[in-house]
Protein backbone atom coordinates (compact mmCIF):
# COMPACT_ATOMS: atom_id res chain seq x y z
CA UNK A 1 0.00 0.00 0.00
CA UNK A 2 1.36 3.58 -0.49
CA UNK A 3 0.60 5.70 1.75
CA UNK A 4 1.50 9.51 1.83
CA UNK A 5 1.12 11.73 5.17
CA UNK A 6 1.95 15.26 6.35
CA UNK A 7 2.32 17.44 9.32
CA UNK A 8 2.21 20.96 9.80
CA UNK A 9 4.03 21.25 13.41
CA UNK A 10 6.76 20.02 15.70
CA UNK A 11 4.03 17.57 17.59
CA UNK A 12 2.47 16.91 14.19
CA UNK A 13 5.62 15.91 12.79
CA UNK A 14 6.73 13.49 15.33
CA UNK A 15 3.51 11.74 15.45
CA UNK A 16 3.93 11.82 11.54
CA UNK A 17 7.48 9.99 11.74
CA UNK A 18 6.27 7.84 14.37
CA UNK A 19 3.66 6.52 12.37
CA UNK A 20 5.38 6.43 9.01
CA UNK A 21 7.88 4.05 10.73
CA UNK A 22 5.29 1.98 12.31
CA UNK A 23 3.71 1.38 8.69
CA UNK A 24 7.02 1.11 7.12
CA UNK A 25 8.08 -2.02 9.42
CA UNK A 26 4.75 -4.14 8.77
CA UNK A 27 5.74 -3.41 5.04
CA UNK A 28 4.11 -0.32 3.99
CA UNK A 29 5.24 1.92 1.24
CA UNK A 30 5.34 5.84 3.31
CA UNK A 31 6.14 8.92 1.94
CA UNK A 32 5.95 11.49 5.31
CA UNK A 33 6.17 15.17 5.03
CA UNK A 34 6.13 18.44 7.28
CA UNK A 35 6.87 21.85 7.41
CA UNK A 36 10.02 23.54 5.64
CA UNK A 37 11.67 24.88 8.68
CA UNK A 38 11.58 21.67 10.79
CA UNK A 39 11.40 18.70 8.86
CA UNK A 40 14.80 17.74 7.82
CA UNK A 41 15.64 17.29 11.38
CA UNK A 42 12.62 14.86 12.43
CA UNK A 43 13.72 12.95 9.38
CA UNK A 44 10.78 14.11 7.33
CA UNK A 45 10.61 15.33 3.72
CA UNK A 46 9.84 19.49 3.26
CA UNK A 47 6.71 20.07 2.09
CA UNK A 48 8.06 22.21 -0.97
CA UNK A 49 4.10 22.70 -2.61
CA UNK A 50 0.92 24.26 -1.71
CA UNK A 51 -1.24 22.14 0.57
CA UNK A 52 -3.83 22.36 -2.41
CA UNK A 53 -1.07 20.67 -4.52
CA UNK A 54 0.57 18.39 -2.43
CA UNK A 55 -2.99 16.94 -1.78
CA UNK A 56 -3.69 16.87 -5.70
CA UNK A 57 -0.73 14.86 -6.18
CA UNK A 58 -0.98 12.62 -2.99
CA UNK A 59 -4.91 11.71 -4.34
CA UNK A 60 -3.38 10.43 -7.59
CA UNK A 61 -0.50 9.02 -6.63
CA UNK A 62 -0.97 6.86 -3.17
CA UNK A 63 -3.26 4.27 -1.86
CA UNK A 64 -3.95 5.97 1.41
CA UNK A 65 -3.32 9.56 2.99
CA UNK A 66 -2.96 10.68 6.15
CA UNK A 67 -3.13 14.19 7.81
CA UNK A 68 -1.56 14.66 10.89
CA UNK A 69 -3.71 17.55 12.44
CA UNK A 70 -7.06 19.12 12.60
CA UNK A 71 -9.72 17.27 10.80
CA UNK A 72 -10.99 20.69 9.25
CA UNK A 73 -7.76 20.91 7.58
CA UNK A 74 -8.56 17.47 6.16
CA UNK A 75 -11.77 18.03 4.54
CA UNK A 76 -10.60 21.38 3.36
CA UNK A 77 -7.85 20.07 1.10
CA UNK A 78 -10.13 16.84 0.15
CA UNK A 79 -12.94 18.34 -0.79
CA UNK A 80 -12.21 19.65 -4.52
CA UNK A 81 -10.63 16.59 -5.17
CA UNK A 82 -13.14 13.66 -4.11
CA UNK A 83 -14.89 11.92 -7.14
CA UNK A 84 -16.22 8.88 -5.64
CA UNK A 85 -16.18 6.01 -2.97
CA UNK A 86 -15.13 4.01 -5.43
CA UNK A 87 -12.04 6.00 -6.73
CA UNK A 88 -11.11 8.19 -3.72
CA UNK A 89 -8.03 7.17 -1.97
CA UNK A 90 -8.48 6.16 2.11
CA UNK A 91 -8.27 9.36 3.85
CA UNK A 92 -7.03 9.15 7.79
CA UNK A 93 -6.65 12.23 10.10
CA UNK A 94 -4.70 11.99 13.06
CA UNK A 95 -4.71 14.10 15.95
CA UNK A 96 -1.20 16.01 16.44
CA UNK A 97 -0.53 14.29 19.81
CA UNK A 98 -1.52 10.71 18.39
CA UNK A 99 -4.36 10.26 20.83
CA UNK A 100 -7.12 9.56 18.38
CA UNK A 101 -6.86 8.11 14.34
CA UNK A 102 -10.63 9.15 12.51
CA UNK A 103 -11.21 6.82 9.07
CA UNK A 104 -12.60 9.96 7.34
CA UNK A 105 -12.80 8.77 4.09
CA UNK A 106 -13.10 5.72 1.55
CA UNK A 107 -13.73 3.78 4.95
CA UNK A 108 -14.42 0.21 3.17
CA UNK A 109 -13.28 0.18 -0.50
CA UNK A 110 -10.69 2.32 0.06
CA UNK A 111 -9.60 0.36 3.54
CA UNK A 112 -9.48 3.34 5.58
CA UNK A 113 -11.20 1.50 8.38
CA UNK A 114 -9.11 -0.90 8.39
CA UNK A 115 -5.75 0.85 8.51
CA UNK A 116 -7.51 3.16 10.79
CA UNK A 117 -7.76 0.09 13.03
CA UNK A 118 -3.68 -0.74 12.21
CA UNK A 119 -2.45 2.81 12.80
CA UNK A 120 -4.38 2.83 15.96
CA UNK A 121 -2.86 -0.02 17.43
CA UNK A 122 0.66 0.77 16.42
CA UNK A 123 0.96 4.19 17.97
CA UNK A 124 -1.55 3.25 21.22
CA UNK A 125 -4.55 5.30 19.81
CA UNK A 126 -7.88 5.23 20.03
CA UNK A 127 -9.53 4.53 16.55
CA UNK A 128 -12.73 6.43 15.62
CA UNK A 129 -14.76 4.66 12.61
CA UNK A 130 -18.52 6.07 11.95
CA UNK A 131 -19.75 3.75 9.27
CA UNK A 132 -22.89 2.08 10.27
CA UNK A 133 -21.82 -1.72 9.47
CA UNK A 134 -19.26 -1.67 11.69
CA UNK A 135 -20.65 0.53 14.58
CA UNK A 136 -23.20 -2.39 14.74
CA UNK A 137 -21.09 -4.94 14.12
CA UNK A 138 -22.96 -6.12 10.63
CA UNK A 139 -21.73 -7.17 7.55
CA UNK A 140 -20.39 -4.72 5.29
CA UNK A 141 -20.45 -6.19 1.32
CA UNK A 142 -18.16 -4.03 0.10
CA UNK A 143 -15.40 -5.21 3.13
CA UNK A 144 -16.22 -9.00 2.38
CA UNK A 145 -16.29 -7.98 -1.59
CA UNK A 146 -12.78 -6.60 -1.50
CA UNK A 147 -11.64 -9.50 0.91
CA UNK A 148 -12.65 -12.00 -1.98
CA UNK A 149 -11.10 -10.00 -4.54
CA UNK A 150 -14.68 -9.55 -6.34
CA UNK A 151 -15.63 -6.31 -8.50
CA UNK A 152 -18.84 -4.49 -7.60
CA UNK A 153 -20.53 -3.53 -10.69
CA UNK A 154 -23.32 -1.39 -8.76
CA UNK A 155 -22.72 0.39 -6.00
CA UNK A 156 -26.45 2.03 -5.33
CA UNK A 157 -27.16 -1.73 -4.71
CA UNK A 158 -24.49 -2.33 -2.04
CA UNK A 159 -25.43 0.38 -0.04
CA UNK A 160 -29.21 -0.99 -0.55
CA UNK A 161 -27.85 -4.19 0.84
CA UNK A 162 -26.30 -2.60 3.80
CA UNK A 163 -29.27 -0.49 4.37
CA UNK A 164 -31.35 -3.70 4.32
CA UNK A 165 -28.90 -5.54 6.64
CA UNK A 166 -29.07 -3.34 9.33
CA UNK A 167 -33.05 -2.88 9.23
CA UNK A 168 -32.87 -6.56 9.69
CA UNK A 169 -34.07 -7.74 6.49
CA UNK A 170 -32.54 -10.38 4.77
CA UNK A 171 -30.63 -10.33 2.10
CA UNK A 172 -30.18 -13.43 -0.72
CA UNK A 173 -27.28 -14.54 -2.00
CA UNK A 174 -26.28 -16.57 -4.89
CA UNK A 175 -23.68 -18.08 -5.49
CA UNK A 176 -22.89 -21.37 -7.50
CA UNK A 177 -19.34 -22.24 -6.20
CA UNK A 178 -17.69 -23.59 -2.71
CA UNK A 179 -18.24 -21.15 0.17
CA UNK A 180 -16.23 -21.44 3.19
CA UNK A 181 -17.24 -20.34 7.10
CA UNK A 182 -20.54 -18.82 8.52
CA UNK A 183 -22.78 -16.83 6.72
CA UNK A 184 -23.60 -13.78 8.09
CA UNK A 185 -26.70 -12.99 9.90
CA UNK A 186 -29.33 -11.24 7.21
CA UNK A 187 -28.03 -13.25 4.74
CA UNK A 188 -29.61 -16.35 3.08
CA UNK A 189 -27.62 -18.51 0.46
CA UNK A 190 -29.89 -19.88 -2.25
CA UNK A 191 -30.62 -21.63 -5.12
CA UNK A 192 -30.78 -20.26 -8.99
CA UNK A 193 -34.90 -20.63 -9.11
CA UNK A 194 -35.55 -19.39 -5.50
CA UNK A 195 -32.99 -16.28 -6.42
CA UNK A 196 -35.40 -15.72 -9.45
CA UNK A 197 -38.40 -16.19 -7.12
CA UNK A 198 -37.07 -13.14 -5.11
CA UNK A 199 -36.06 -10.68 -7.56
CA UNK A 200 -39.54 -10.87 -9.27
CA UNK A 201 -40.71 -10.31 -5.55
CA UNK A 202 -38.15 -6.83 -5.51
CA UNK A 203 -36.10 -8.78 -2.72
CA UNK A 204 -32.40 -7.88 -2.33
CA UNK A 205 -30.31 -9.63 -3.58
CA UNK A 206 -26.29 -10.71 -4.32
CA UNK A 207 -25.06 -12.62 -7.36
CA UNK A 208 -22.12 -13.72 -7.65
CA UNK A 209 -20.89 -14.59 -11.35
CA UNK A 210 -18.17 -13.69 -13.91
CA UNK A 211 -21.29 -13.30 -16.60
CA UNK A 212 -22.96 -10.17 -17.98
CA UNK A 213 -26.23 -10.51 -16.68
CA UNK A 214 -28.80 -8.97 -18.83
CA UNK A 215 -31.59 -10.16 -17.49
CA UNK A 216 -30.75 -7.38 -14.55
CA UNK A 217 -31.30 -4.87 -16.38
CA UNK A 218 -33.58 -2.33 -14.57
CA UNK A 219 -33.54 -4.37 -11.49
CA UNK A 220 -29.72 -3.14 -10.62
CA UNK A 221 -30.95 -1.14 -7.60
CA UNK A 222 -31.47 -3.87 -5.63
CA UNK A 223 -29.47 -6.91 -7.15
CA UNK A 224 -26.13 -6.51 -6.81
CA UNK A 225 -23.64 -8.52 -8.73
CA UNK A 226 -20.07 -9.19 -7.19
CA UNK A 227 -17.60 -10.34 -10.05
CA UNK A 228 -14.55 -12.51 -8.86
CA UNK A 229 -11.90 -12.48 -10.88
CA UNK A 230 -11.05 -15.57 -12.46
CA UNK A 231 -10.47 -15.68 -15.81
CA UNK A 232 -7.70 -16.05 -17.43
CA UNK A 233 -7.32 -15.66 -21.36
CA UNK A 234 -4.51 -17.07 -23.64
CA UNK A 235 -3.73 -16.18 -26.95
CA UNK A 236 -1.48 -16.67 -29.68
CA UNK A 237 -0.31 -14.54 -32.90
CA UNK A 238 1.04 -14.50 -35.88
CA UNK A 239 4.64 -12.51 -35.30
CA UNK A 240 4.05 -8.46 -35.45
CA UNK A 241 0.23 -8.93 -35.57
CA UNK A 242 -2.00 -5.75 -35.63
CA UNK A 243 -3.10 -4.70 -32.36
CA UNK A 244 -6.37 -4.27 -34.31
CA UNK A 245 -6.61 -7.94 -35.28
CA UNK A 246 -5.57 -8.40 -31.83
CA UNK A 247 -8.93 -6.89 -30.09
CA UNK A 248 -10.91 -7.85 -32.69
CA UNK A 249 -10.78 -11.74 -31.68
CA UNK A 250 -10.71 -10.84 -27.94
CA UNK A 251 -13.64 -8.55 -28.37
CA UNK A 252 -15.70 -11.30 -30.07
CA UNK A 253 -14.66 -13.81 -27.86
CA UNK A 254 -15.52 -12.22 -24.43
CA UNK A 255 -18.90 -11.25 -25.93
CA UNK A 256 -19.71 -14.84 -27.37
CA UNK A 257 -19.01 -16.42 -23.67
CA UNK A 258 -21.03 -13.22 -22.17
CA UNK A 259 -17.89 -12.68 -19.76
CA UNK A 260 -17.56 -9.50 -17.85
CA UNK A 261 -14.21 -7.48 -18.33
CA UNK A 262 -13.96 -7.12 -14.93
CA UNK A 263 -13.63 -11.18 -14.55
CA UNK A 264 -10.23 -11.23 -16.59
CA UNK A 265 -7.51 -11.81 -14.00
CA UNK A 266 -4.55 -12.33 -16.80
CA UNK A 267 -3.40 -12.37 -20.33
CA UNK A 268 -1.20 -15.40 -21.36
CA UNK A 269 0.79 -16.22 -23.70
CA UNK A 270 4.19 -17.99 -25.03
CA UNK A 271 7.34 -17.04 -24.22
CA UNK A 272 8.20 -16.37 -27.55
CA UNK A 273 5.69 -14.24 -27.56
CA UNK A 274 7.01 -12.09 -24.62
CA UNK A 275 7.26 -9.01 -26.26
CA UNK A 276 4.72 -9.03 -29.33
CA UNK A 277 3.46 -5.66 -29.10
CA UNK A 278 0.24 -5.82 -29.40
CA UNK A 279 -0.79 -8.75 -26.59
CA UNK A 280 1.35 -6.35 -24.16
CA UNK A 281 -0.69 -3.98 -25.23
CA UNK A 282 -3.92 -5.59 -24.66
CA UNK A 283 -2.53 -6.68 -21.12
CA UNK A 284 -1.95 -3.13 -20.48
CA UNK A 285 -5.54 -1.64 -21.60
CA UNK A 286 -7.06 -4.79 -19.59
CA UNK A 287 -4.78 -3.60 -16.52
CA UNK A 288 -3.69 -7.15 -16.13
CA UNK A 289 -0.80 -9.63 -15.67
CA UNK A 290 0.69 -10.63 -18.84
CA UNK A 291 1.93 -13.76 -18.68
CA UNK A 292 4.17 -16.04 -20.43
CA UNK A 293 5.22 -20.05 -20.33
CA UNK A 294 8.04 -21.89 -21.89
CA UNK A 295 7.04 -24.61 -24.12
CA UNK A 296 8.19 -27.21 -21.19
CA UNK A 297 5.90 -25.53 -19.02
CA UNK A 298 2.89 -25.43 -21.63
CA UNK A 299 3.35 -29.18 -22.28
CA UNK A 300 2.95 -29.95 -19.03
CA UNK A 301 -0.43 -28.40 -18.91
CA UNK A 302 -2.71 -31.36 -18.04
CA UNK A 303 -5.97 -31.57 -19.99
CA UNK A 304 -7.54 -32.54 -23.77
CA UNK A 305 -6.28 -29.67 -26.05
CA UNK A 306 -6.89 -28.70 -29.61
CA UNK A 307 -3.64 -29.96 -32.03
CA UNK A 308 -2.47 -28.05 -34.83
CA UNK A 309 0.55 -28.87 -36.71
CA UNK A 310 1.61 -25.85 -38.09
CA UNK A 311 1.71 -24.38 -34.62
CA UNK A 312 4.02 -27.22 -32.93
CA UNK A 313 6.28 -26.54 -36.40
CA UNK A 314 6.73 -23.03 -35.15
CA UNK A 315 6.68 -22.80 -31.13
CA UNK A 316 7.55 -27.17 -30.17
CA UNK A 317 3.53 -26.82 -28.83
CA UNK A 318 0.65 -27.74 -30.10
CA UNK A 319 -1.65 -25.32 -28.85
CA UNK A 320 -0.56 -22.42 -26.78
CA UNK A 321 -3.89 -20.26 -26.51
CA UNK A 322 -5.65 -23.48 -24.92
CA UNK A 323 -2.78 -24.37 -22.74
CA UNK A 324 -1.51 -20.16 -21.94
CA UNK A 325 -5.22 -20.35 -20.45
CA UNK A 326 -5.04 -23.04 -18.20
CA UNK A 327 -1.33 -22.78 -17.38
CA UNK A 328 -2.30 -19.43 -15.38
CA UNK A 329 -3.61 -21.44 -12.36
CA UNK A 330 -4.04 -25.58 -12.63
CA UNK A 331 -7.30 -25.20 -10.58
CA UNK A 332 -8.79 -23.84 -13.99
CA UNK A 333 -11.06 -25.69 -16.84
CA UNK A 334 -11.42 -24.15 -20.41
CA UNK A 335 -14.69 -22.26 -20.91
CA UNK A 336 -14.13 -21.13 -24.24
CA UNK A 337 -11.63 -23.89 -26.86
CA UNK A 338 -9.51 -22.10 -29.63
CA UNK A 339 -11.23 -19.89 -31.57
CA UNK A 340 -9.10 -17.87 -34.58
CA UNK A 341 -9.49 -15.15 -36.79
CA UNK A 342 -7.09 -13.33 -38.84
CA UNK A 343 -4.01 -14.91 -37.63
CA UNK A 344 -4.65 -14.95 -34.23
CA UNK A 345 -6.17 -17.65 -31.81
CA UNK A 346 -7.92 -17.35 -28.14
CA UNK A 347 -8.92 -19.12 -25.49
CA UNK A 348 -10.77 -18.73 -22.23
CA UNK A 349 -10.54 -20.34 -18.91
CA UNK A 350 -12.36 -20.14 -15.69
CA UNK A 351 -11.01 -21.03 -12.03
CA UNK A 352 -13.00 -22.35 -9.54
CA UNK A 353 -13.12 -20.27 -6.64
CA UNK A 354 -13.71 -20.76 -3.09
CA UNK A 355 -15.07 -18.30 -1.04
CA UNK A 356 -14.71 -17.64 2.76
CA UNK A 357 -16.41 -15.59 5.27
CA UNK A 358 -13.79 -15.55 7.91
CA UNK A 359 -14.99 -12.98 9.77
CA UNK A 360 -17.67 -13.32 12.33
CA UNK A 361 -20.90 -11.14 12.82
CA UNK A 362 -23.93 -11.20 14.79
Given at each position: MRIALISFT??????CKLTADKLTLMGEMCLAYGMKDAS??????PMEKSLGQWTKDAFKNNDAIVFIG???IAVRAIAPLLKGKEQDPAVIVIDERGQYVISLLSGHLGGANQLTLVIAEAIEAIPIITTATDI????????WAKSQNLSIVNLKAAKRVSADILKGKTVYLYFEGLIEGEIPQGIELVDAVTLKEKIREGETAIVITEKVLDSLKGKDKFVLQLVPRNI??????????????VSELFEKAIADTQIRIEAIGSLASIDLKKTEKALVKLGQKLEVPYMTFTGEELMRVQGEFTPSSFVRSITGVENVCERAAVAVDEDSTLLLKKQSLNGVTIAIAK???TLNFAEKYK
Open positions: QNGGNTSEMGLIATGNNRFAVDVSVGMGCKKNISYKAKNI
